[in-house]
């Protein structure tokens, strides 16, 4: 069983920054994906950002160039930086992991994960 806890969330002006944090129980290098989700009130979870195989990244065009993911493997710990936030990008974000291998252009699908956070809440104003 893996555990994730996400933590960084919380409120900011548009324009600002934030860092959520995700902590993996056991050895990062053992999932596939390791992912952020979000979720606005009312629309369906997508996913943000992903690191694939420990290596190569991926974003969603909302967020490209403005959120890096990043991870800590000594830490086991995953992150993803936000700057430039937008009130768009209000939403509870969660991380999530899979531990088998897939082809990279899965990886926005969050029924394809095998583990998640519980979920930390990012609110940008305008």
């Known amino acids: 069983q893996v555990q994730l806890v996400e933590s960084g969330g919380g409120s900011v002006q548009a324009g600002g920054s934030l860092r959520l944090s995700c902590a993996i129980s056991g050895n990062t290098n053992d999932n596939y994906y390791m992912s952020w989700f979000r979720q606005a009130t009312g629309k369906e979870r997508e996913g943000v950002a992903a690191?694939?195989?420990?290596?190569?990244?991926r974003y969603a065009d909302s967020v490209s160039g403005r959120f890096t993911i990043s991870t800590d493997n000594a830490k086991n710990t995953l992150y993803l930086q936000m700057n430039s936030l937008k009130p768009e990008d209000t939403a509870m974000y969660y991380c999530a992991v899979r531990r088998r291998y897939l082809s990279a252009g899965y990886w926005r699908r969050a029924e394809q994960y095998d583990y998640w956070g519980q979920g930390t809440q990012v609110t940008v104003s305008s």
């Open positions: 690191i694939i195989d420990g290596g190569s990244t």
